[in-house]
């Protein structure tokens, strides 16, 4: 499985990404990471673009790109409009990327 | 956010409640103005209490703060630790979240006569604590969100008045001009965050255009990073260069705007290029900027913006703004024009008296014609 994670925009407008290659990563780390991916999966449909609603300012843009066996799926979501699942995969990411 | 009292007041139709709201003490007001909120907030419309706003708003000139703590979560607005009678905490992040927001009322209320984000007394209400290591602070529409920041790269958001300032500028602007977030309008919202952000760190200090450091996040960058800001509205471009963060991409001028799907279309990247026209003509004309030049951005951003607005038009619009204010071909308006020079951006607009007797519209130089003299910083108006 590999993932892409890109972020956008927030109060300084800086732009993070990186690409996470599953079997590159220690057994341990893939897991976790195969599990999370699974349960932002299983919430359903990939989520929306998050709302380019007006009243939303600073917030982070953040997208996620998941490939394996079973196709590519993208996840769009921003600041304060995520689901759980999709939460704890960017946070998961956003630390692994700032290494 | 539930509380024993107010899971009773929800069962209360909102007539009822708007009448606590405005007809009780203090205390019933804020709780019965809290469930309406809530309740409001739950079905996703803050909006929805806009005919009611009138009648649940304080008395004009009087702040109301509160402080949540999210406790390295994400829900929001988490768990209140300061209201406006409190006393200081013992965190610093919810004492500068309250100072802060309580310096950008002032400001507003002093200087333009704006009562709260919205004109109409609104709450203010802070989230600090957010997320785990959160590199960042935002605007949803109802509150400002801050994050702790990762230590490394970043200190908390909460320091730097001026981005306190600037997260609730994006509400003046939600409540004015509603600029979109989006590509020219959306850098504008970012401008006219950065600018009375900048703005509110002035006034609270009290300092002339040439002792102010026009920056944006001063303090923000963690030890060890080099840059002393994360914008200078004076020098786009030159806050900070570092190989962790990399270098300050604004653009001081049009011709380097950026056309990037990052950023909502580089929101702020290309705000560096009014920003810059600002400062500049905060600096020509001398003195306290928020007196003129910001009058004239006041003016701009709250009677003649659409949402929609380019910089091209927002150039248009503090020229007859300039003019309506301090005269047709006063020193100011000219100013205006030549700050948008600086910067690439010519105004289409002529000699247009804005008030008086009308004149014939003349059309604006040629490109063939010198440019006009730079002008020496004025001396201050004296106040009426």
Known sequence: MKVGFHRSGGFAGLSLKSEVDCSQLPPGKCKELEQLVGLLRAAGQPAPSPSKSSYYADAFQYEVTVQDDDGTQKYRAGDGEMSPEMEKVVDWLTAHARG | MSHSHDVFCTILPPHMLKHMATAGDKETCDRAHRSLEAA???????????????????????????????????????????????????????????????????????????????????????TVHYGRNFDNAFWNGMQMVYGDGDGRIFNRFTQSLDVIGHELTHGVVQFSAGLVYQDESGALNEHFADVFG??????????????????????????????????????????????????????????????????????????GIPNKAFATLATILGGFAWERAGKI?????????????????????????????????????????????TVGVELTKGLVVVDGPKLPVKSAPSPAAPAPPLLRPLLPRSRN
């Open chain 2, 297 to 341: 951005w006041y003016e701009t951003l709250t009677r003649r913006l659409t949402a929609n607005a380019t910089f091209q038009q927002c150039a248009d619009a503090t020229y007859e703004s300039a003019g309506a204010l301090f005269g047709a071909a006063s020193a100011e308006q000219l100013a205006v024009r030549q700050a948008w020079q």
């Open chain 2, 198 to 271: 900048s703005l509110v760190k002035q006034f609270s200090k009290q300092q002339t255009a040439d002792k102010a450091d026009w920056l944006i996040g001063e303090g923000l960058l963690a030890k060890g990073i080099k840059g002393i800001a994360l914008r200078s509205l004076k020098s786009p471009g030159t806050a900070y260069n570092d190989p962790l963060l990399g270098r300050d991409p604004q653009p001081a001028h049009m011709k380097n705007f950026l056309r990037t799907d990052d950023d909502n279309g580089g929101v702020h990247i290309n705000s």
């Open chain 2, 40 to 126: 409001a907030a739950a079905r996703g419309q803050r909006a929805i209490l806009g005919p009611m706003a009138a009648l649940l708003a304080v008395s004009p000139g009087e702040k109301r703060r509160t402080v949540y703590d999210a406790k390295n979560g994400q829900v929001l607005p988490g768990k209140l630790v300061r209201g406006e009678d409190d006393k200081k905490t013992k965190d610093v992040s919810v004492n500068e979240a309250f100072d802060g927001a309580g310096a950008t009322y002032d400001f507003y209320r002093t200087v333009y006569g704006r009562n709260s984000v919205d004109g109409n007394g609104m709450r203010l209400d802070s």
